[in-house]
């Protein structure tokens, strides 16, 4: 089995001044939140082998809530990540089949979208992911990444 565990940031700061939408922080309701995230994570999933995150500020800031709850994680940032299609999320996934559990932390509409298309096999159909929310997949070991071949077995959101 491979687990794919989606993780989207949680609430951030509205944009300030030359702020670019990259650099904005998490409120602090989203610090409380990322952190609640890490705590439902901690008591949930093991750690996973690899965390592909977006750049951005408030990406990185959850996951280094989600850290202070489990500890020190294999974190990559991942350019790809930060506004990508669902076909680029996939791909990027896809190229991650290597490890058996990947966390992937992003930007919706980008994961809702996901979730959906892995489990549900359509994304007009996605239900939506609410700042710091944890979709969890599991996929046969040798399925391809492809629309329809995921079971959602976890949904959590603070």
Known sequence: ??????????????????????ERA?????QVEAWTTGAWLHARRSPPERVLCSP??????????????MGPLPMRLEPSIY??????????VDGNRDADAVWLVGHNPGL???????SEGRTGDYR??????????????D????????TLVDFWSP
């Not at 809702?112 to 892995?118: C, P, S, W, Y």
């Not at 939506?128 to 070991?141: D, W």
């Not at 399925?143 to 995921?150: D, L, M, S, T, Y």
Request: hydrophobic share 45%; proline share 5%.
């Open 112 to 118: 809702e979208q996901l979730v959906a298309l892995l």
């Open 128 to 141: 939506g992911m609410s700042p710091g929310s944890v979709a969890v997949l599991h996929f046969p070991k």
């Open 56 to 69: 951005a500020r408030r990406t990185r800031e959850t996951m280094e809530a989600i850290m202070r709850s």
């Open 1 to 22: 089995m491979f687990e794919l565990v989606l993780i989207r940031h949680a609430h951030a700061k509205s944009a300030e001044g030359d702020e670019t939408d990259m």
């Open 83 to 92: 506004e990508a299609s669902t076909g680029e999320l996939i791909t990027l």
């Open 143 to 150: 399925a391809a990444i492809e629309p329809g071949v995921a």
């Open 26 to 30: 998490l409120s602090n309701p989203g």
